[in-house]
């Protein structure tokens, strides 16, 4: 399977705890995507990546999280002292930027539930 | 701003019967307009985009939609709706022409009655 992958699929942690999440994008993409998506919404956009530089993030990205992509290939998203109203799906995507080739191609997701 | 407008939370039809899912856009650019579908258990999957080619466009599994300019929609539809199509669907606007972040309306579930 050449897609996005996500790991791990499922994480269940105590408030207070830290968290990691890793992505693996398509392995050609130079842009790589964080996403949340909360239960009955849709995704909300966190930061994005081009190589290994990040170059926006979203008000949603307290100073609790932090993600990084160290050479452009992988990404990790830390969040710190988790608190219950982080509970939800992290979703990954990746593209390849060009005149034609801006589609978001989107991972499984984490889901992190928060107790 | 950009931001989509799904109008129904959502929808039900019955097996073989036309499908239509309605979303209204605002975008400050020349947008580009996707619709994903999301599995139970699975990740998003790109459905159809609009990036100022042809109005209407045409994805995959028989899904089209009609991107409208002067009433700022992009109704998915589909002639025929088979079980596999239950699913939740997403309207998604592009804040500029490279698609750098997505912004995904609420989402229409949609079910399939046999």
């Known amino acids: 399977d050449t897609g996005v992958s996500q790991d791990p699929r499922h994480k269940i942690t105590k408030r207070g705890q830290n968290v990691t999440f890793r992505c693996d994008p398509i392995s050609e993409h130079n842009r790589l995507y964080w996403y949340r998506q909360t239960l009955g919404q849709g995704p909300e956009f966190l930061t994005y990546f081009q190589n290994e530089a990040q170059l926006e993030k979203s008000r949603l990205l307290s100073d609790r999280f932090s993600a990084e992509r160290p050479k452009g290939s992988f990404s990790t998203l830390e969040i710190q002292r988790t608190e219950q109203g982080d509970s939800a799906m992290y979703l990954c995507?990746?593209?390849?930027?060009?005149?034609?080739?801006?589609?978001?191609?989107f991972g499984p997701g984490t889901r992190l539930t928060v107790l | 701003a950009q931001s989509v407008t799904q109008l129904d939370s959502h929808v039900s039809v019955s097996e073989g019967t036309p499908v239509l899912l309605r979303c209204n856009y605002s975008s400050s650019y020349s947008p580009s307009l996707f619709w994903y579908v999301q599995h139970p258990n699975k990740g998003l999957q790109l459905l159809l985009k609009?990036?100022?080619?042809?109005?209407l466009v045409k994805g995959i599994n028989g899904f089209e939609a009609e991107f409208k300019k002067s009433e700022t929609s992009f109704h998915l539809t589909k002639p025929s709706a088979h079980m596999s199509d239950a699913a939740e669907y997403f309207c998604v606007v592009s804040d500029r022409a490279g698609a750098n972040n997505l912004f995904f309306g609420t989402g229409t579930r949609l079910t399939v009655i046999p």
């Open positions: 609009y990036t100022s080619a042809a109005t």
């Open positions: 995507a990746s593209s390849l930027v060009g005149p034609r080739t801006d589609t978001q191609y």
